[in-house]
């Protein structure tokens, strides 16, 4: 069974996007699945520069913790972002890192993964920020995971998401989703059922 990688792009290493990804991370532990977590941390990440480059190396060119995640990629079932919202989307600093993922990486690494996307805010605007982080999952043939509600936790701190139950109940649902298709993923698998191939992308451009 493949893991699932999260990616918690709030500058809180232990603030409201590690709570909620730890009551995703409490069910998966139940169902035998791995997790991993990383942080971005707090310092600056750059954002994409367009230099195309990674369309000739597969890889950024900057060389940081972009392509530590893209190589671990095949042992990935499985990406889950979270963001806290900041003015009503997901923050530079998980975009930044998203952008150069997915645009350096070649798409047959994400294709047939499943994706989902965590955000938190005190007040408003979680359903931009969430529908602005799924748009990386739906371009690569990866299958986003619906919850009860969308994945959506309220509060300033830890303290405060402990105490949305319905925002930890919406994660543990995530996370019983996640665990129930990937070993639906896995046991077509090992009855022959093989994943779509895909034809060469088309690119149209009106120019
Ligand atoms: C720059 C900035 C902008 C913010 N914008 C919003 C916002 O638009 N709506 C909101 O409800 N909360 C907003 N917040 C609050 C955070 O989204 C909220 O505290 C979040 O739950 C923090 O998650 P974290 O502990 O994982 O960092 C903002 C916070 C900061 C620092």
């Known amino acids: 069974m493949k893991k699932v990688m999260f990616i918690n792009g709030s500058p809180n290493e232990n603030g409201c996007i590690s709570t909620a990804m730890d009551e995703v991370i409490s069910v998966l532990d139940q169902n035998g699945i791995e997790s991993e977590k990383l942080w971005l941390g707090k310092k600056a990440i750059p954002d994409c520069i367009a230099c195309h480059s990674c369309q000739e190396t597969g890889s950024c060119i900057f060389g940081d913790e972009v392509n530590a995640v893209a190589a671990d990629l095949d042992d990935v079932g499985a990406i889950v972002v979270g963001s806290p919202v900041y003015y009503g989307g997901p923050n530079g600093r998980l975009t930044s890192f998203l952008d150069r993922l997915f645009f350096s990486v070649p798409d047959e690494k994400f294709n047939g993964k499943f994706g989902a996307s965590i955000v938190s805010c005190r007040r408003g605007g979680a359903s931009a920020a969430f529908e602005r982080l799924?748009?990386?999952?739906l371009m690569e043939n990866m299958h986003v995971v619906a919850s009860q509600y969308w994945n959506q936790v309220h509060g300033s701190s830890a303290a405060d998401v402990k105490k949305d139950l319905e925002g930890l109940q919406t994660m543990r649902t995530l996370g019983r989703n996640i665990a129930w298709l990937m070993k639906a993923i896995d046991a077509g698998e090992q009855?022959?059922?093989?994943?779509?191939?895909?034809?060469?992308k088309t690119f149209t451009n009106f120019i």
């Open 134 to 137: 799924n748009q990386y999952f």
């Open 191 to 200: 009855n022959g059922i093989q994943a779509p191939v895909h034809e060469a």
